[in-house]
C-alpha cells in the first residue's frame, strides 16, 4: 500500500504560483524530478507510489503516464515563466529502467523542450539491475544522463528474499560494470541495512560487493518498517522480528567505517562519495531547500517557499492533464518560521551542518550542550556552526529536536 498524501490548501486549477514565489527564481539552483510509477513487482518495505501490471490494468500506461508528463512540464514552463535552464534532473520511481533507452531518452527530450538544460546539468536516473543492459547503459549516455542509481540493498539472498527483492545478488554489481564500461563516471548503489535476519558478515559482503563495483557514491538507509506494507504485515504477525535500533546503529557504524577507510566520505547522514564531485546535486538541492518541479503521478513540488502534491494515481494524473488542469491534488505555502524549522531538519544532516543564526536563543543553548555531550563539533560550534560528530550523526533526528524546543 503506498504513502496516502498529506492535507494541504486547495491548489489552483491552472498551477499558478503567488508572486513572492517566483520571486528570486533563476537566481537559486533548480532542479526537475520525473516520478516513473511502474515497478514490475512490489517489494515488501515499500510504501512508495508505484504500481505494478496487475494493480493498473488498462487503467494507465507508459504511454498515457509520458504524454501526462510532457503537459505538466509545458505547465511548469508557463508557471515558472522566465525559469533558468534546469541544472538537475532526477528520474526515480519506480522504476524508470522499466521504460528502456528509449523511453528514457524520450523523458529526458520533454525536460529539454520545455525548460533546456543548463550547461554540464547533472542528469540522474534510478535504475533496477535486472531491467538493464549494456546497450541500455549506451543508450541512456547517449541521451544525455551523466549518472545512474542502481540498487542492490544487499548481497545476502536471505536479506533479498525478506526484502522480496527479485534481482540475484550478483546483479548489481554486474551492472555497475556495465554502466562504466559504457562510459559512465558517476554510479551509485543503494544498500538497505538493518533488515530482520541481516548479520554483521551478510553487510560486510554487501559493503565489499559496493567497493568492487567501483562506484563514486555510495547511500545506505536503515530499513524502516512503513504501515501497511507486506514487510509491516508479516512483523505483526510475529513472522519477524522488528528492527532493532541498537543494531541499526551499529550497522551504520559498520558502514561509515568501511567506507570511510575505502576513501569515502560521508556528506549526508545517509550518503557517501569518493569525490566532491561524485556528490548527487540534485539531492543536494532538496537537502538546501532549494527549487524543483516533481512531475509525475504523487510528485512533490518546492518553489520559493511554495511546496505542493500531484494526485497519485496515473490514470487520474493522466486525465487531469489532458483536460488542461494542473495534477496538484493540495499545496501549502510555508510560513517564516516554517522554512526555518525545515533548514534545520535537512541542513544539520550535511557534513557542513547549518549556521547557528538559524536558532534562536533556546536552541543555540541546546546546541552548545549537544556540544559538551560529544554530539555537536566544538571548532564547528566555536565558528558558528552546528555541525554532527560521529556520535552525532547516530541521534540526528533526537538532536534536531532538541534544537527546536
Given at each position: 500500500?503506498?504513502?496516502?498524501?498529506p492535507?494541504g490548501?486547495?491548489a489552483?486549477?491552472?498551477?499558478?504560483?503567488?508572486?513572492?514565489?517566483?520571486?528570486?527564481?533563476?537566481?537559486?539552483p533548480?532542479?526537475?524530478?520525473?516520478?516513473?510509477?511502474?515497478?514490475?513487482t512490489?517489494?515488501g518495505?515499500?510504501?512508495?507510489?508505484t504500481?505494478?501490471?496487475?494493480e493498473?490494468?488498462?487503467?494507465?500506461?507508459?504511454?498515457?503516464?509520458?504524454?501526462g508528463?510532457r503537459?505538466?512540464?509545458?505547465?511548469?514552463a508557463?508557471?515558472l515563466?522566465?525559469?533558468p535552464?534546469?541544472?538537475?534532473?532526477f528520474?526515480?520511481?519506480?522504476?524508470?529502467?522499466?521504460?528502456g533507452?528509449?523511453?528514457?531518452?524520450?523523458v529526458?527530450?520533454?525536460?529539454r523542450?520545455?525548460?533546456g538544460l543548463?550547461?554540464g546539468a547533472?542528469?540522474?536516473?534510478?535504475?533496477n539491475p535486472?531491467?538493464?543492459?549494456?546497450?541500455?547503459?549506451?543508450?541512456?549516455?547517449r541521451?544525455?544522463y551523466?549518472?545512474?542509481?542502481?540498487?542492490a540493498?544487499?548481497?545476502?539472498?536471505?536479506?533479498?528474499?525478506?526484502?522480496?527483492?527479485?534481482?540475484?545478488?550478483?546483479?548489481?554489481?554486474?551492472a555497475?560494470?556495465?554502466?562504466?564500461?559504457?562510459?559512465?563516471?558517476?554510479?551509485n548503489?543503494?544498500?538497505?541495512?538493518?533488515?530482520?535476519?541481516?548479520?554483521?558478515d551478510?553487510l560486510?559482503?554487501?559493503?565489499?560487493?559496493?567497493?568492487?563495483?567501483?562506484?563514486?557514491?555510495?547511500?545506505a538507509?536503515?530499513?524502516?518498517?512503513?504501515?501497511?506494507?507486506?514487510l509491516?504485515?508479516r512483523?505483526r504477525?510475529?513472522?519477524?522480528?522488528?528492527?532493532?535500533?541498537?543494531?541499526?546503529?551499529?550497522r551504520y557504524?559498520?558502514?561509515?567505517?568501511?567506507?570511510?577507510?575505502s576513501?569515502?566520505?560521508?556528506?549526508?547522514?545517509?550518503?557517501?562519495?569518493?569525490s566532491?564531485a561524485?556528490?548527487c546535486?540534485?539531492?543536494?538541492?532538496?537537502?538546501?531547500?532549494?527549487d524543483?518541479?516533481?512531475?509525475?503521478?504523487?510528485?512533490h513540488?518546492?518553489?520559493?517557499?511554495?511546496?505542493?502534491?500531484?494526485?497519485?494515481?496515473?490514470?487520474r494524473?493522466?486525465?487531469?492533464?489532458?483536460?488542461?488542469?494542473?495534477?496538484a491534488?493540495?499545496?501549502?505555502?510555508?510560513?517564516?518560521?516554517?522554512?526555518?524549522?525545515?533548514?534545520?531538519?535537512?541542513?544539520?544532516?550535511l557534513?557542513?551542518?547549518?549556521?547557528?543564526?538559524?536558532?534562536?536563543?533556546?536552541?543555540?543553548?541546546?546546541?552548545?550542550?549537544?556540544v559538551?555531550?560529544?554530539?555537536?563539533?566544538q571548532?564547528?560550534?566555536?565558528?558558528?556552526?552546528?555541525?554532527?560528530?560521529?556520535?552525532?550523526?547516530?541521534?540526528?533526528?533526537?538532536?534536531?529536536?532538541?534544537?527546536?524546543?
Open positions: 500500500m503506498a504513502s496516502t498524501l492535507p490548501d486547495p489552483p486549477a491552472d498551477g499558478a504560483l503567488p508572486r513572492e514565489a517566483l520571486a528570486g527564481l533563476g537566481g537559486r533548480f532542479g526537475i524530478y520525473v516520478h516513473v510509477p511502474f515497478c514490475a512490489r517489494c518495505y515499500c510504501d512508495f507510489n504500481y505494478t501490471a496487475g493498473l490494468g488498462t487503467s494507465a500506461s507508459p504511454e498515457s503516464w509520458l504524454e508528463l503537459g505538466e512540464l509545458d505547465l511548469a508557463r508557471v515563466g522566465s525559469a535552464p534546469v541544472s538537475t534532473v528520474v526515480g520511481g519506480g522504476t524508470p529502467s522499466l521504460l533507452g528509449s523511453g528514457l531518452a524520450s529526458l527530450d520533454a525536460v523542450d520545455s525548460f543548463k550547461s547533472e542528469v540522474t536516473t534510478e535504475a535486472e531491467s538493464t543492459s549494456p546497450e541500455f547503459f549506451a543508450g541512456i549516455l541521451a544525455g551523466t549518472r545512474v542509481s542502481l540498487g540493498q544487499s548481497v545476502a539472498p536471505h536479506v533479498l528474499r525478506i526484502l522480496d527483492r527479485k534481482h540475484t545478488p550478483g546483479r548489481p554489481v554486474a555497475a560494470a556495465e554502466a562504466r564500461a559504457a562510459g559512465f563516471e558517476h554510479l548503489l543503494d544498500l538497505i541495512y538493518g533488515t530482520p535476519g541481516e548479520r554483521p551478510d560486510q559482503a554487501s559493503l565489499d560487493a559496493v567497493l568492487d563495483a567501483g562506484v563514486d557514491h555510495v547511500s538507509y536503515a530499513l524502516i518498517v512503513e504501515e501497511g506494507t507486506a509491516e504485515r512483523i504477525r510475529g513472522e519477524l522480528p522488528s528492527p532493532d535500533d541498537d543494531v541499526l546503529a551499529e557504524e559498520q558502514v561509515d567505517s568501511v567506507l570511510s577507510t576513501g569515502f566520505r560521508w556528506y549526508e547522514v545517509s550518503n557517501w562519495a569518493a566532491t561524485g556528490r546535486q540534485h539531492n543536494l538541492n532538496y537537502w538546501r531547500g532549494h524543483w518541479w516533481g512531475a509525475g503521478p504523487g510528485a513540488s518546492h518553489v520559493g517557499g511554495v511546496r505542493w502534491w500531484n494526485v497519485k494515481h496515473p490514470a494524473y493522466a486525465q487531469t492533464l489532458a483536460e488542461g488542469k494542473s495534477p491534488a493540495a499545496r501549502e505555502v510555508l510560513s517564516e518560521e516554517d522554512r526555518r524549522v525545515e533548514r534545520v531538519l535537512l541542513e544539520l544532516r557534513v557542513e551542518g547549518l549556521p547557528l543564526s538559524v536558532l534562536d536563543e533556546s536552541g543555540v543553548a541546546e546546541a552548545k550542550a549537544a559538551s555531550d560529544g554530539l555537536l563539533s571548532g564547528a560550534f566555536d565558528a558558528g556552526r552546528a555541525v554532527l560528530t560521529d556520535e552525532g550523526r547516530l541521534l540526528a533526528d533526537g538532536i534536531v529536536r532538541r534544537l527546536l524546543p
